[in-house]
């Protein structure tokens, strides 16, 4: 079975950084996408960075030159480098990938994976 764990998460006094990474694995045949995303009570999640295979990006307009996406493919992990953190970014970061995933006799279409979330708290 597919899994995403994250790790990284914690208490980070403004203008601090943090460096969030997250780890597929499980039966994966390939990985489209892999990215992160934040939520905080009551508001809908929110896309904060993606990185593809072939290594374009995208960043959310707030995070845009303090956060910095990337990946090793090899380990089928994504990273978020965090800086010049602000009490905004608070919330729970959600790992996220978009792979296909293989048995013995087939390959599967693209499927959405989410981690079990990493709380990144920016407080003085």
């Known amino acids: 079975q597919v899994q995403l764990v994250e790790s990284g998460g914690g208490l980070v006094q403004p203008g601090g950084s943090l460096r969030l990474s997250c780890a597929a694995s499980?039966?994966?045949?390939?990985?489209?996408?892999m990215g992160w995303y934040r939520q905080v009570p009551v508001k809908q999640r929110e896309l904060v960075a993606v990185?593809?295979?072939?290594?374009?990006?995208n960043y959310a307009e707030s995070v845009k030159g303090r956060f910095t996406i990337s990946r090793d493919n090899a380990k089928n992990t994504v990273y978020l480098q965090m800086n010049r953190l602000k009490p905004e970014d608070t919330a729970v970061y959600y790992c996220n990938a978009e792979l296909r995933t293989r048995n013995i006799v087939v390959v599967s279409g693209v499927n959405t994976y989410w981690g079990q979330g990493t709380q990144v708290t920016v407080s003085s």
């Open positions: 499980g039966s994966i045949f390939s990985i489209n996408a």
């Open positions: 990185i593809t295979s072939g290594g374009s990006t």
